[in-house]
């Protein structure tokens, strides 16, 4: 992950503050920082403290993570069907294609999961920090979460902590099953 820098949070705050027509005083009255230091941080000739920032955020009506995500994030994320792209999945046989990119402080991603036929006796168990549902549209897809097993049908759907171990694969040996995968994280794991 880069570090954001000092001018690319004030360009931030000065394209925010542009954007909703306000002036530094109009700034400074809302956040109660003066517009001098509010001018200096858009130059970039000065960091906001995690305070100041967080008070230039709610005057600005932004969540204070939008001024220091690693890269600038839409406050809406929208993804065409055309626009797709899919991936080969990393620890089952399969695509994913994602249906959602993250927006400043979003908690949900979403991506669409496309099994092969497959076998359950190949499930990869892994481990992260999130939280994780699943629906599945077509197929039959098994599910262990720590030493239970759970088959899931059309219209099933399941919910659990990821730090516990946890894998799936299709259940099918013929046929491909398709989910669509939920995670309070940011990336696919």
Do not use: C
Request: negative net charge; without cysteine; aromatic residues 6%.
């Amino acid at each position: 992950m880069e570090m954001i820098t000092k001018e690319e949070i004030g360009r931030r705050v000065k394209k925010i503050r542009e954007q909703q027509h306000l002036t530094l005083k109009n700034v400074e009255a809302k956040a109660g920082i003066s517009a001098t230091h509010i001018s200096e941080i858009e130059r970039g000739k000065t960091s906001p403290t995690i305070g100041a920032l967080i008070r230039i955020a709610d005057a600005l009506g932004k969540d204070p993570a939008y001024f220091i995500e690693d890269q600038e994030l839409k406050d809406v994320s929208f993804i065409a069907l055309e626009d797709r792209e899919k991936k080969k999945l990393e620890r089952a046989a399969g695509e994913i294609e994602v249906l959602t990119n993250s927006i400043p402080s979003g908690k949900i991603n979403s991506h669409l999961i496309t099994l092969s036929p497959g076998s359950v006796d190949e499930i990869e168990m892994h481990a992260h920090d999130a939280d994780e549902a699943v629906l599945v549209l077509s197929g039959e897809v098994m599910f262990r979460v720590e030493e239970k097993e759970y088959t899931l049908s059309e219209g099933d759907s399941i919910y659990y902590v990821a730090s516990q171990e946890h894998g799936y694969a299709n259940a099918s040996e013929s046929e491909e099953a398709k989910m669509i995968w939920f995670a309070s994280g940011r990336g696919v794991d």
